[in-house]
């Protein structure tokens, strides 16, 4: 690789690491082009999965200011930078690894800190942001629905009182 492209291959490596949310490393031996190619579709347009020297792959690190990917970067790396919903792109790889052993998550860099395998595993566990954010929902609208019977209960308690002292004096009578 001549040291323009090694240069090109950094900066790019290094805006994709300034620019996304999440980093998962993985290795990758043992994969078939088909099979990387049906892993990139299935991490769908919320991430991109890049294959990268490991070298160069440092440098872009150290450039974006991430610390500890030097250990983890060994061997046949690629690295899917997520952009979006990092829980579904988290999914995406731990099923694809379910069904090809080959697929093996090595660690991950979500907000400049550093996961292990077993943390990026249970990101993947996470539901994701839509089920969050609707059980958000449903949490909130139980609140208000409780606070708005409570607001009502005092105002019942009126009527059904006046009501019974009305009843009572009417039978008086």
Do not use: C, W
Request: glycine share 4%.
């Amino acid at each position: 690789m001549a040291r323009t492209d090694k240069s090109a291959a950094i900066a790019q490596l290094t805006e994709l690491f300034q620019e996304s949310a999440a980093v998962l490393v993985t290795e990758y031996r043992g994969l078939t082009v088909a099979q990387m190619k049906d892993l990139r579709r299935s991490l769908g347009a919320d991430a991109t999965y890049h294959v990268a020297k490991n070298t160069l792959a440092r440098i872009a690190a150290k450039n974006a200011e991430i610390e500890g990917l030097d250990d983890v970067l060994t061997g046949p790396t690629a690295l899917a930078f997520v952009s979006g919903d990092i829980a579904s792109a988290a999914k995406a790889i731990k099923n694809f690894a379910k069904d090809h052993e080959a697929l093996v998550v090595k660690a991950g860099v979500l907000e400049g800190n550093l996961l292990d395998a077993d943390e990026v595993k249970k990101l993947a566990d996470l539901e994701s942001r839509e089920v969050l954010l609707a059980k958000t929902a449903g949490v909130l609208k139980a609140s208000l629905y409780q606070a708005a019977f409570a607001f009502k209960a005092p105002l019942y308690k009126t009527v059904r009182t006046v009501d019974a002292l009305r009843a009572k004096e009417e039978t008086a009578a």
